[in-house]
């Protein structure tokens, strides 16, 4: 990922707390680093309808929906595995399905992850004055970017711009190895071993 911006608008404060800056400690170095990752995106719609998948699919999302986006999994070492086995069992399904067209072009909706930096910036917000909203993940594959957005509400947003690179028919260098991708979430992981899941929000994030 090769950062080249960011913006950052006014955010509300409290107490006379400084605005976000591009220095602030809730700003880490990794969103900045220089990295080239490796991708292997999946996605067919055929594989929403098979009943093997939507079950696949349904315990995954019920095992991160009370997990704060994944705050409360960084303490639970046995509901992290649990979520882990869930991802390898839709990634399995997934495994062969060609990739890198334009559905993975969306504004993906984090849903949970294990990525330090995210969480610490959403457990984080309130000394701030504030509170993070969505993070979101905008893929375009045609102009071939990638944008790293967490959303401050009303009207606050840090976000990083990327730009990606097609290798093959399956694999794009970027940020992530995607293990399964369909017509409603993305899974991925990237080279740290971090872990994350993503909705297609809905809604599109515009810079």
Do not use: C
């Not at 929906?65 to 086995?85: C, F, H, V």
């Amino acid at each position: 990922m090769t950062a080249r911006g960011l913006y950052i608008p006014a955010i509300p404060t409290n107490n006379h707390l400084p605005p976000f800056t591009s220095k602030s400690p809730l700003f880490p170095p990794p969103f900045s680093h220089h990295h080239r990752f490796s991708a292997t995106t999946l996605t067919r719609s055929s594989l929403t309808d098979q009943p093997q998948t939507l079950s696949a699919k349904s315990h995954l999302l019920t095992l991160i929906s009370d997990q704060e986006r994944g705050l409360k999994t960084q303490s639970n070492p046995q509901k992290l595995s649990q979520i882990i086995q869930a991802i390898d069992a839709v990634a399995e399904i997934g495994r062969g399905t060609t990739t890198t067209d334009d559905s993975l072009s969306a504004t993906w909706r984090m849903l949970w992850t294990t990525e330090k930096e995210q969480l610490y910036i959403i457990k984080n917000a309130s000394v701030f004055g504030t509170k993070a909203g969505d993070v979101l993940q905008a893929i375009d594959v045609q102009n071939k970017t990638l944008n790293n957005v967490i959303t401050f509400p009303p009207d606050g947003v840090f976000f990083v711009r990327s730009t990606i690179e097609i290798a093959s028919s399956q694999r794009v260098n970027f940020r992530f190895e995607s293990l399964y991708l369909d017509n409603e979430i993305r899974v991925v992981k990237d080279i740290r071993g971090d872990y994350l899941v993503v909705e297609r929000a809905p809604y599109s994030w515009k810079e």
